[in-house]
Antibody, heavy 129, light 110 residues
Framework: QEQLVESGGGLVKPGGSLRLSCEAS????????MTWIRQAPGKGLEWISY????????YYGDSVKGRFAISRDNTRNSLYLQMNSLRAEDTGVYYC??????????????????????WGRGTLVTVSS | QSALTQPASVSGSPGQSITISCTGT?????????VSWYQQHPGKVPKLMIY???KRPSGVSNRFSGSKSGNTASLTISGLQAEDEADYYC??????????FGGGTKVTVL
């Protein structure tokens, strides 16, 4: 079955860096857009970033733009999130998710459907001195 | 990008129907049919319940349905059951190619 497993979370000081990984199995990873979503303790979900199947299209939420970088290695079925200049408000569980559905043509890459499914179990990032 | 607006809580008795609203703008919900809904039980991973406003993934009960009117999307749960007690989140694609979530709604089964 389709599975996503995140790793790389932990305790880091403000201003520090972490690199999260998400390993996919059970589906053709290179065919799908992938997304990072986070959830602060006791709070709601926040969309962070997504990357197209080929890695050519990337978007970020305002709260992480310029500090976080999403990437993927289709040969390793893996998604990554490089997090720099971390702040206390970045604390939370970070989920990777398959989706949204998208496609790329000679004119560009486009979203075709709104699902994020499945999700990994998440990895906890704690930013504290 | 401002978060979509959801009521903090909605409650109902077993067997009743409830509706959760999700209000955005013409730059997100009103501009695209890319709205999805997620159910999250305490300590669990969010689960996709509805996508593309009205579509239900296989395995999701047909008691869950979605709709949209203007800048507001809605999730309706009919025949409310104890297992439906959870947090529910909406999300929408936006005109700047990002995604935005609602603040979440806690559903309580009385």
């Amino acid at each position: 079955q389709e599975q996503l497993v995140e790793s790389g979370g932990g305790l880091v000081k403000p201003g520090g860096s972490l690199r999260l990984s998400c390993e996919a199995s059970g589906f053709s990873f290179s065919d799908y857009y992938m997304t990072w979503i986070r959830q602060a303790p006791g709070k709601g979900l926040e969309w962070i970033s997504y990357i197209s199947s080929t890695g050519t299209v990337i978007y970020y939420g305002d709260s992480v733009k310029g500090r976080f970088a999403i990437s993927r290695d289709n040969t390793r079925n893996s998604l990554y999130l490089q997090m720099n200049s971390l702040r206390a408000e970045d604390t939370g569980v970070y989920y990777c998710a398959k989706g949204p559905e998208g496609y790329c043509s000679r004119t560009g890459c486009y979203v075709a459907s709104s699902w994020f499914d499945p999700w990994g179990r998440g990895t906890l990032v704690t930013v504290s001195s | 990008q401002s978060a979509l607006t959801q009521p903090a809580s909605v409650s109902g008795s077993p067997g009743q129907s409830i509706t959760i609203s999700c209000t955005g703008t013409s730059s997100d919900i009103g501009g695209y049919n890319f709205v999805s809904w997620y159910q999250q039980h305490p300590g669990k991973v969010p689960k996709l319940m509805i996508y593309d406003v009205t579509k239900r993934p296989s395995g999701v009960s047909n008691r869950f349905s979605g709709s949209k009117s203007g800048n507001t999307a809605s999730l309706t749960i009919s025949g409310l059951q104890a297992e439906d007690e959870a947090d529910y989140y909406c999300t929408s694609y936006t005109r700047i190619s990002t995604w935005v979530f609602g603040g979440g709604t806690k559903v309580t089964v009385l």
